[in-house]
């Protein structure tokens, strides 16, 4: 088997394999789930329908999500074993420049997986990673998919949920959380349920929103208001999808 390291730089497919082994590489350290590699084949095949770059319309949604982050009381951003196998670095560095707290929130959940994610989020710099105390529950759900902790997730008022699963997008959004999702399919029902859809690929969305945040870093709450009024959800999502069929020119 090859490592990330031995894929040419100039294969046609370079960093989509890159990628495949940082899932893998998560998968071996514990920190990623075996479905997270279905999770992540499924996420490719959209991106490439995509042309593996952010349309238009998700950079407004990157945009709208930075305004919400930094207009936020209690933001959260919420880390599985996906986005800590992808984008570790880049997520702690959300959370710095947005001021936001970090919950590993995992839908498989086993608490040997939450603490290898936390450990290698402080690896990266993070501190105070939530989630092992999972000491409240989203109302509707079954057990473990439930345990959030409670003064992360459970009373935030902005929570960001990368990669997430349908049922739990809808019941944090029946919470009256203003939810940002990032996923690459626009029929999700988690991309439907966000105030938010972000459609595009958690390793470009992440330091998209970043950079948005830096940018918006010292803009007044008025402006911070209209950037989040001005984005449409729903024409997002027709945009993304009518991008994926093949209408380029909608995107
Ligand atoms: O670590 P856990 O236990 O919390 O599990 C995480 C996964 C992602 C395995 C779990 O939430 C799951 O099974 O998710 P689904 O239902 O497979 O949904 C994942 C969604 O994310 C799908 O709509 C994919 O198209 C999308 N997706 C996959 N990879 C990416 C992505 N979206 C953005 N960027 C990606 N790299």
Same mark, same amino acid.
């Given at each position: 088997? @090859? ?28 920190? @990623?789930?075996? #479905? ?17 770059? @952010? ?17 936020? *009381? ?5 880390? $599985?074993?996906?986005?800590?196998? %992808? ?17 590993? $929130?995992?839908? $498989?959940?086993? =608490? ?8 290698? %989020? =402080? ?31 459970? #009373? ?6 990368? %990669? ?20 690459? $399919? ?13 459609? *595009? ?13 830096? *940018?918006? #870093? ?9 950037? #989040?009024?001005?984005? *449409?959800?729903?024409?997002?999502? =027709? ?13």
């Amino acid at each position: 088997m @090859t490592d990330a390291a031995d894929i040419p730089a100039d294969h046609p497919r370079h960093d989509s394999l890159v990628t495949r082994h940082r899932i893998e590489d998560g998968v071996d350290a514990g920190i @990623t789930s075996r #479905q997270g590699l279905i999770a992540q084949g499924r996420g490719e095949a959209f991106d490439y329908l995509l042309g593996e770059r @952010t349309i238009p319309s998700a950079d407004e949604a990157e945009r709208a999500a930075a305004a919400a982050l930094l207009a936020a *009381d209690h933001p959260v951003l919420s880390v $599985n074993g996906n986005v800590a196998a %992808l984008v570790p670095a880049a997520i702690v560095e959300l959370a710095t420049v947005t001021g936001a707290a970090l919950e590993v $929130n995992l839908f $498989n959940r086993t =608490e040997e997986r939450v603490q290898a994610i936390v450990e290698s %989020l =402080e690896a990266h710099g993070a501190e105070d990673v939530k989630g092992a105390a999972a000491d409240a529950r989203i109302p509707g759900l079954s057990h473990e998919r439930a345990k959030v902790d409670a003064d992360g997730i459970y #009373q935030a008022d902005v929570v960001l949920v990368p %990669l997430e699963d349908g049922d739990r997008a809808g019941a944090l959004a029946e919470m009256g959380k203003t939810e940002i999702v990032i996923d690459l $399919n626009p029929l999700s029902r988690s991309a439907q349920a966000a105030a938010i859809p972000v459609v *595009d690929n958690v390793i470009r969305a992440i330091p998209g929103i970043t950079d948005h945040a830096r *940018d918006l #870093q010292d803009a007044g709450a008025e402006t911070l208001v209209a950037v #989040q009024e001005e984005f *449409d959800p729903e024409a997002a999502l =027709e945009t993304a999808e009518a991008a994926l069929r093949g209408s380029p020119e909608l995107a």
